[in-house]
T-cell receptor
Framework: DADVTQTPRNRITKTGKRIMLECSQT?????MYWYRQDPGLGLRLIYYSFDVKDINKGEISDGYSVSRQAQAKFSLSLESAIPNQTALYFCATAKATGTTRGELFFGEGSRLTVL | AQSVTQLDSQVPVFEEAPVELRCNYSSSVSVYLFWYVQYPNQGLQLLLK??????LVKGINGFEAEFNKSQTSFHLRKPSVHISDTAEYFC????????????FGAGTTVTVRA
């Protein structure tokens, strides 16, 4: 089983619908992230969380919200989806210390299409 | 804030030929540098990273990169590529003192042809 699991993997929805993308991890990491990938733009940070009570906006948080339900779960919501939110979304985790310091561990991505 | 520029968006290369992917970063503080690879329909995985010490960093699958502080570069190289190296490659940077946020480049698509 993957250490960082994203659901759903693919979703097609319509403009104005509410969408939730879920992420769960078994790595025991404190830090969790949501990134968005668009062709030619790389990955851009939407939100990140250091723990359940510490959530921070990234560079493109407008139109998105998040919930850290537990150390292992971090959900991304689009309250009212619009077509320019069509993208590939990645959840990632990280550990604050140790040999993997600074390194992100990614899920397999959730492809969202907004019609 | 840190930023990354990947100088090539697409790199076609023949099998067994060498490849170099160029990455320049901008930062006013000490940085950590990373290269990630994304195979088709998969998430990103770490190829290698520079935190400190030796400026030549070796990673998985025969890749290596060299940190050049004066040139603010972190170019990725492989002496002989395989078909299986076809993927998208991302350079990323973080502030060494506040390493919780990575900034990614736009990516370089490598296509290896027989």
């Amino acid at each position: 089983d993957a250490d960082v699991t994203q659901t759903p993997r693919n979703r097609i929805t319509k403009t104005g619908k509410r969408i939730m993308l879920e992420c769960s991890q078994t790595k025991g990491h404190d830090r969790m992230y949501w990134y968005r990938q668009d062709p030619g733009l790389g990955l851009r940070l939407i939100y990140y969380s250091f723990d359940v009570k510490d959530i921070n906006k990234g560079e493109i948080s407008d139109g998105y919200s998040v919930s850290r339900q537990a150390q292992a779960k971090f959900s991304l919501s689009l309250e009212s989806a619009i077509p320019n939110q069509t993208a590939l979304y990645f959840c990632a985790t990280a550990k604050a210390t140790g040999t993997t310091r600074g390194e992100l561990f990614f899920g397999e991505g959730s492809r969202l299409t907004v019609l | 804030a840190q930023s990354v520029t990947q100088l090539d968006s697409q790199v076609p290369v023949f099998e067994e030929a060498p490849v170099e992917l160029r990455c320049n970063y901008s930062s006013s503080v000490s940085v950590y540098l990373f290269w990630y690879v994304q195979y088709p329909n998969q998430g990103l995985q770490l190829l290698l990273k520079y935190l400190s010490g030796s400026t030549l960093v070796k990673g998985i699958n025969g890749f290596e990169a060299e940190f050049n502080k004066s040139q603010t570069s972190f170019h990725l190289r492989k002496p002989s590529v395989h078909i299986s190296d076809t993927a998208e490659y991302f350079c990323a940077v973080s502030d060494a003192a506040n390493d919780y946020k990575l900034s990614f480049g736009a990516g370089t698509t490598v296509t290896v042809r027989a």
